[in-house]
Structure formats: structure tokens, C-alpha cells
């Protein structure tokens, strides 16, 4: 080569370098979030195919706010106070960690109202640094009481509280938990059972709640005992038992010593459930499903999940070992029998697409390997946008190498369809929905709750990693602010 065309390869070698280091600092700048943003002004507005309307971006004048979206006020029919606290949590096993507690406990209590209720739930912060809130997962309650730091609310700081008062329209199993920091503050204890009784109900059915949970130190806890926990009942007497998972990760359910029917998903009964054995249920993050159990004669069942069991029967009976999980999973996709479901999915005002898949980039400055919505991730992700009474069907699809439990609030999802394949069982209605690497859901929700929505991975460190983004209702705004300087931070 000649020393000209020798000099010229370096030139443009150099040029090359100084394009790729211009286009990855011009990525590092665009990621920069500000201090403070609204949640109403982040993403691209995506309307779904559907009518679009003017005032998505900004939202911070005019419309309704969302503190303005609450049930009609009244006297409540119950009230429960709850004190968040940060302190050294001893599980009865011994183990010790830093965690959170709610009236000195973790779980905290379990609250238990009946449908039809108006509750007023006050949370006090007695020491929770950076604050902390309440939110009820699976409860489609008013957008103000939802409990969202930086969305919904501020994050209630030490020495401060905040009242959520809501009418309870809803029944079954439902849980709380902090949405300030959630990654930290659920995993760390922050999180409790909730339980509606169906109205007219006197006396509640036979029940036991099992609130899966594993503590810092790794052990899976059920209702904060490590390993196993009884439930007593009389040989015969058939049981609910409601499984709660608060973990990141799916949980596989099984039952020894007898057949189960899953009663309920998510808190909607399923319609004509069968008997099962030899199978498992998967229960995603976030996700509950209510078993039911028969004891047998003699000897007492046993609800099995990965390292810990719940015994129900009489007191000192055993029940068979849990033994390993079964292969076969429950799909609820074919279970149970069609009921109507007042959707017709062909009459949907907006379809919209949320894949999930993961890239290389910045995520607010940070370098990583990311989450991404429709390809793109901070900033760029779908705004999902709305109008109230639109029928809105959603494709959900997974090409990320990961499973993800995705979460949206407020409203509850009908599956319609997984891989193509329509739902011939019966009507699976899900607010947690565990999206494999590789799968695609169709599912169908009515817009009938206005709002700012998250719409995100419980996987909860797969939110702060860029999984989340939010449905917006048409005229809907939120004097809260995200940010670092906002003193919230939801994920
Ligand atoms: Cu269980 Cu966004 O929450
Ligand atoms: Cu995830």
C-alpha cells in the first residue's frame, strides 16, 4: 500500500470512530431523563389504531386530575390502620435480615373485607427512608387510591400517612404491597394478603391463605414460616386455600393426598373447574390462584410448592411427602368450561402490541442490556392511549430470552388466545399473566376505569430495568412527578 492510501485508511478509520462514539453519546444524552417528569408525558403516544385525541402529551392543564378519581365519599364500613416500618425482621425459623414490616409483622396483617364495602385503610411511615405507599394488586379500584408513587400519589415520607378509601366491588384473593422502591421494599417484606367475601356472605366458606414469599437468605416462607405451615380442619371438610405468590419468580403449586380443583384465578372464579391430580399449577408473580382441597378420611393433604408446604387437616395428622413436582402443568387456556364474557373481541375500538423483547443501550444514562416494548426502550416505549368505554384488545408477545409476569392496573384482562390457539375453557380473566420467552397472548380488557395505569413486569427489578410503561385515559392528568429529584420512584 502507499503511504496516501495507508493515511487515507486511517482517516476514515478515525472517522468511523468519532461516528460511533458521536451516535453512542448522542444515545447516552437522549436517555437522560430530567429531574422531574410527569408520567402523563412519557413515551409515544400509541392509540391503538383507534380514534386518536389531542391532549395525551403533558396533561398538566386542564382535564381531570387524577386525585379527583375516587369512589363517592362516605362513611366507612371498616377501617384498618397500618404502621410501615423499617427494622431487623426474625423469622420464626431464626433467620435475621433488614427488612419491612406492617403493624410489626411481615406479612403484614391480612386484611378481610366483605364486597360492597366502602374501607378506609390508613398507612402511617414510621421510619421507611425515601418513603413508601400501598397498593392493591388485583383490586381494580379508583385511579387516586391506587397507590402508584409518582403516579397516583407521593410517596408517604417518615412521620407521614395517607388514607385510601375505596368501595370494595370485587371478590376473592388479592394482596398489598408497597409501590414506592417495590423492588426493595416487596421483596423486603413490604406486602400483605388481602381477602373479599362475596356479599350476603355470613359465613365466609372454610378457608386458609398461603402467602408464598422468600426472604432475603433465599428460603421460601409461607405466611413468613420457612418450610412447612399447618392449616387444621376435620377429615372430609373441603378447603380454599389461597395462594398467594409475592416473589419475582413463577411458583409451581401442587397437591398430595388428594384431587384439587382451581376455584379462582386472580380473584374471578373459574366456571365448571374439574378435579386434578398429577399436575401442577404455575402461578406467576403476583398471581393467585384459591385450591380446593378435600381432607381425606384419614391423614391430611398437602399443597406443595418448591421447599415448603401448607398441611391442612386435623391437628399432628400428616399428609404424604411432597415428593418431586409434578411435569404436567394446568393449562388454563382449555380448563373448566365457556361461560359468556360480555367481550366480543371483533368489535375492539384498539388493538395495541406490547413486545417484550431486550437490546443493548442506555436506560436513563445507564449502560446495559435492556428491556424493550415494541423495540424500543426510556422514553421511546408506548404510551398506551384510551378513551373511556373503548373495548381494547392487546397482543402481548415475549422474545426477550425471559419469562415475564406482566401486571396491568385497574382493570382485568380476558385471555382470548396464546400462540394463536383460542381459549376454549373457562373465561380466564388475569391481572398477573406469565409470558414465556417465545409466546404471544391476545388478551381483551374494557377501558371502563379511567386513569394513568402501570402496565409492567412483577418481576420487579424487570420494572426498574425498563419493563413498564402506562395506559393513559383521554383527559386524564396527574399533578405527581417521576424523577430523581421527585422523591418518588414507583419501580
Ligand atoms: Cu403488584 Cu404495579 O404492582
Ligand atoms: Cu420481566
Redesign the pocket.
Known sequence: MSARSTTWVRRAAALVLVVALVAVGVAWWRSQMPGTYSAAAMGRPDFGGGTRFGDHQGGHTGGTSVVDLVDPHRRPDARVELVARAQQVTLPSGQTFDGYTLNGTTPGPTLRFTQGQYVEVVLRNENVAGGTTL?W?GLDVPAAMDG?AGVTQDAVMPGGSFTYRFTVTQSGTFWY?S?QV?HRQVVGGLFGALVIDPVGTTTPAPDAIAVTHNYAGGSRSINGVVGDVSHTASPGQVVRVRVVNTDNSPLGVWVVGAPFRVLAIDGTDLVGPTPLTGTKLLLTA?ARADLEVRVPPSGAVRVAMPGASMVVGPKGATAPPAGASPGPTLDLLGYGTPAATGIDATEADRHFRYAIGRLPGFLRGRPGYWWTINGRMGDDVPMFMVRKGDLVVMTISNSSGQAHPM?L?GHHLLVLSRNGVTATGSPWWVDSLHVENGERYEVAFRADNPGVW?D?C?NLPHARDGLMTHLMYEGVQTPFLLGKNSGNEPE
Open positions: 397498593h394488586h402508584v404491597h409501590h417495590s403476583g401486571h392496573h402501570m409492567h412483577h
